[in-house]
């Protein structure tokens, strides 16, 4: 196994500082005389993940199946969207405005809209978060894609290569690291779609066991919910970073 670098060991040991600081402030806060309604305390909370491990593993399951499924499409369309864009700029021209006016309508106010047209089931989760993940990816994608070097490109066509060449051996080349940044955001905001399309409607996953729990005054479910899907959004950035690391190794990230 590669050994971790100094300047990923230096981020590891930033990231556990800043939550164990974190964890501290919030016990200190207890101590105080708010009600453990309005915030429980770090023990109450561990007591809560540990009685309802199988009851919040089996709605983590479902959630992260959504999250998976919806980074997975939404990374497909928005790398489709951005080659189609890249290759015909009269198409560029009439979906840059779609791809705009996507993200101007609030994600609340199409969520209900979702779950209407698809159901309470998995669909509507999946295609909330395909919406929410694939404008990062196409934008970050298609300006990687049209900021290469025109020097590299006049090269490729000096050498006779073919437009397919040309994607294949410059710019994709040149627009993978534009694209692992784009990949980073859509896997830090991917838990969104789906945890507001399970608030909005829906009978299992985290977003109903919150929702649930509030309702019924369990804050400290509610909490150990919440807890749970933090670990699973900072587990899902580090798996594709690793992954990307490890794939655009002439990225500047590499190096830190």
Request: charge should be positive.
């Amino acid at each position: 196994m590669k050994p971790l670098s100094e300047g990923r060991l230096s981020r590891l040991r930033r990231g556990l500082t800043v939550c164990f600081g974190l964890l501290l402030l919030w016990w200190l806060a207890t101590l105080s005389n708010i009600p453990s309604f309005l915030l429980p305390s770090p023990i109450a909370v561990a007591k809560a993940l540990w009685y309802g491990r199988d009851y919040l593993a089996y709605h983590s399951l479902v959630t992260a199946s959504e999250i998976v499924s919806g980074l997975t499409i939404g990374v497909l369309l928005g790398v489709l969207l951005a080659l189609s864009m890249i290759f015909s700029p009269r198409l560029q021209r009439w979906l840059m405005p779609l791809l705009l006016t996507s993200q101007a309508i609030p994600v609340f106010a199409l969520a209900p809209l979702l779950v209407l047209w698809f159901g309470f089931g998995m669909s509507a989760k999946v295609a909330m978060a395909v919406l929410v993940i694939f404008f990062p990816v196409a934008s970050a994608f298609f300006d990687g894609l049209r900021r290469v070097n025109n020097d590299y490109l006049d090269l490729a066509r000096t050498l006779r290569a073919s437009p397919w060449a040309q994607l294949r051996h410059v710019r994709l080349m040149a627009a993978l690291p534009a694209f692992g940044s784009g990949l980073r955001m859509a896997a830090a905001v991917a838990p969104i779609g789906a945890i507001i399309g399970e608030w909005v409607g829906s009978a299992e996953g985290l977003g109903y066991v919150m929702l649930n729990a509030n309702a019924r005054m369990q804050t400290d479910i509610c909490f150990a919910a919440l807890f749970i899907l933090v670990v699973m959004t900072i587990l899902l950035w580090v798996a594709v970073d690793a992954l990307l690391l490890r794939l655009i190794v002439w990225a500047p990230e590499n190096d830190a």
